[in-house]
């Protein structure tokens, strides 16, 4: 596998153990920093596709460290942490984060989190799809893996873009959080729909006149989400 992986913790047994999994696993290129600063130089240099990220590090906070790394790069973020909390894996997620696995873990399960993660940024080359999905405030572009509002590129991670583009392949049909979350992250959901739920709510923020009264996003109370695909010219939520 040629996909390249950066993975950033300070307790070098963690290092070791997950590098040796992932070239287990057929891994090759395989990046590891123990500081948050030695983290942004290899991002400049290598251009990870994913990277592995604990959330105490011993110059900055991991999710200090995120938010620059959203600057760089929207390659998936996989957070490590102790912390296991609501309140953390929102902050998490808030801060750019695309997946969150707490300490103690299985090794295999982080394993498989990085496969599903690496799928779904191989998947937005959009290949056997339309070119562009237009609607009436937005539009999909499959082969750049862009969402344009405006005529402006919105800042959107390889997540919260494979979330918008599965509503929009899958107009009018209502998804509960346990399906988005099988289909989009590509794992079995363990009960955590906060974590749909906060990435629906970054959505809306982009892509809705008012995120308050979302028209394309709807939650259809007791059911889960459905996407309205309003076009130009069309009113009404």
């Not at 390249?4 to 070791?16: A, C, F, H, K, S």
């Not at 295999?108 to 779904?120: D, P, S, W, Y």
């Amino acid at each position: 596998m040629e996909q390249r992986i950066l993975l950033v913790d300070d307790e070098t047994g963690i290092l070791d153990m997950l590098e040796t999994i992932l070239s287990k696993e057929g891994f090759r290129s395989i990046e590891r920093a123990e500081t948050g600063q030695r983290a942004l130089q290899l991002v400049e240099a290598l251009e990870p596709q994913l990277i592995v990220l604990d959330v105490m590090l011993p110059d900055m906070s991991g999710l200090e460290l995120c938010m620059e790394l959203r600057k760089k790069t929207e390659a998936p973020v996989l957070f490590l942490t102790a912390k296991t909390s609501d309140y953390d894996k929102l902050v998490g997620f808030a801060m750019g984060g695309d997946d969150y696995i707490t300490k103690p873990f299985n090794a295999l399960e982080v394993v498989a989190r990085i496969k599903a993660q690496l799928k779904r940024w191989r998947m937005c080359s959009g290949q056997g799809r339309p070119k562009t999905l237009e609607f009436a405030d937005f539009c999909i572009n499959t082969e750049s893996c862009e969402v344009i509002r405006n005529g402006q590129p919105l800042e959107m991670t390889a997540l919260e873009y494979s979330l918008l583009l599965f509503f929009a392949e899958h107009p009018n049909r209502i998804f509960t959080a346990a399906q988005l979350y099988e289909n989009v992250w590509g794992q079995l959901n363990m009960g955590d729909d906060k974590t749909v739920v906060m990435h629906i709510s970054k959505i809306r923020k982009k892509i809705e006149p008012d995120a308050q009264v979302p028209k394309y996003i709807k939650n259809i109370r007791g059911l889960g989400y459905k996407f309205i695909p309003h076009k130009q010219g069309e009113t009404g939520q």
